[in-house]
């Protein structure tokens, strides 16, 4: 029987995104992709340390069994197929059950996606975020230097979304932008009953309900929206999730504060916003990826 991924949570994740590569990128950044791979080689049994995504990686992948396999996760990098050798190295140290992945030596490996019917693609190249979330896949720029994810819950995966532009389309976040915030407020309380179109994220979490619906009572996951919205915004976010059939466990509608210290409390595994300053507050706190869509993002 042929191999399929047919059914199962696919993430596609960099290099740099699942391991601290910081010192050996700025040798790649130089331009010298034979030093870059001397470099690698020379460190090929000692093991990466983990990087921004790693917690998240190593809890969705705690939800296969000997029985099912529910989640699969498969390197999608830039590295040379050399530098990959340790990658996978480096996976196996840590008991990370990775055993695909393509490395394309400096090409964009976004267009592998499709063939993987990846439901979400983490990298820190932006112009490959870009691509894939034109693709039509959930993607998000890693902030590299984020704050790693909290010890304290290693049976439960975290995550938490922005809305607009991220798991709701920009529709309400361009008439803020042109209009200002009074015009955003009345037209949302106006269309507080019509459901916002679906933004980028949408599918993960649709995906993310189902993982936690089949899964396994060893790990669980829990969700939160955390959005600048306030009330009286907040009744055609929460209708929009009801009309989807979607579960959030937790929502905040703060007002425009500033998210990073909420998002310290939830202690995430990971965080997506559209908004770059949002993505800066919080990656003190927590990782932190931004979703490069919508009107926030337009050249």
Do not use: C
């Amino acid at each position: 029987m042929a191999a399929t991924l047919e059914g199962q949570l696919v993430v596609a994740i960099s290099s740099r995104a699942l391991f601290d590569f910081e010192e050996e990128n700025h040798v790649f950044e130089q331009g010298d992709d034979r030093a870059y791979m001397k470099l690698q080689l020379d460190r090929l049994e000692e093991p990466a340390k983990p990087g921004v995504a790693f917690s998240l990686v190593r809890k969705l992948l705690a939800f296969n069994d000997v029985d099912t396999q529910r989640v699969e996760v498969v390197i999608l990098s830039r590295n040379d197929p050399v530098s990959g050798m340790r990658v996978f190295r480096s996976a196996q140290h840590y008991g990370l059950p990775i055993q695909r992945g393509s490395f394309t030596r400096g090409q964009s490996p976004w267009r592998y996606l499709k063939p993987l019917n990846a439901n979400l693609f983490l990298s820190a190249h932006l112009p490959d975020v870009r691509a894939a979330l034109d693709a039509g896949v959930p993607a998000a720029q890693v902030y590299p230097l984020s704050a790693h994810a909290s010890e304290d819950h290693p049976h439960e995966v975290r995550i938490a979304f922005d809305g607009d532009a991220v798991l709701f389309s920009d529709e309400a976040e361009r008439v803020f932008q042109a209009e200002g915030l009074s015009a955003f407020q009345k037209h949302e309380r106006d269309k507080a009953t019509l459901p916002l179109s679906a933004g980028p994220f949408k599918p993960l979490l649709a995906a993310l309900q189902r993982l936690q619906r089949d899964g396994t009572p060893a790990m669980r996951i829990r969700t939160a929206l955390v959005t600048a919205r306030s009330a009286p915004a907040h009744e055609r976010a929460i209708r929009t999730l009801m009309d989807w059939n979607i579960e959030v466990d937790e929502a905040m509608f703060l007002g425009g504060l500033p998210k990073g210290e909420f998002l310290r409390e939830f202690e995430p595994d990971f965080f997506f916003d559209d908004q770059t300053g949002h993505i800066e507050s919080a990656a003190r706190h927590v990782p932190a990826g931004h979703v490069a869509s919508g009107v926030a993002n337009t050249p």
